[in-house]
């Protein structure tokens, strides 16, 4: 009985280690990006770039953004292994003075939440 035990465990863990290996992966170029100095009332945007290094296709399920002055837009299609995309972050400059702003991104990936960052200031 205990041979039976201990063969099953061992067919549970290679299984979860073998789908593991399956999942997608995103990877950024980079993660901050400072705008430096901004003018006041005038929007900038990044676009902060990615590929999926994993085995199958990413999905971007949400990106949570800290304020609506920070607006994160991307493609809802899946990108397929080791294909390319952008996420682009608008900041809206309506406040003066520093400013440091970290959006949670959301996906399917073996690591599900990333965070991006955006920073600068507004004069």
Known sequence: MLKKIIVVAFFI?????????????????STIYNFD????????SYSFKFKNTGKADLLIKNIVS???????EWSKSPY?????GVIKV???ARTKGSFFKTL????NGKTPSQAITIRGYVK
């Not at 397929?80 to 390319?84: A, Y």
């Open 104 to 107: 949670l991104v959301e996906t």
């Open 13 to 29: 863990v290679g299984k979860i280690s073998y789908s593991q290996n399956k999942l997608p992966e995103l990877t950024f170029e």
């Open 80 to 84: 397929k292994k080791k294909s390319r």
């Open 90 to 92: 608008t900041f809206n």
């Open 66 to 72: 800290p304020c609506g002055c920070s607006i994160p």
């Open 37 to 44: 100095t901004i003018p006041f009332d005038e929007p900038k």
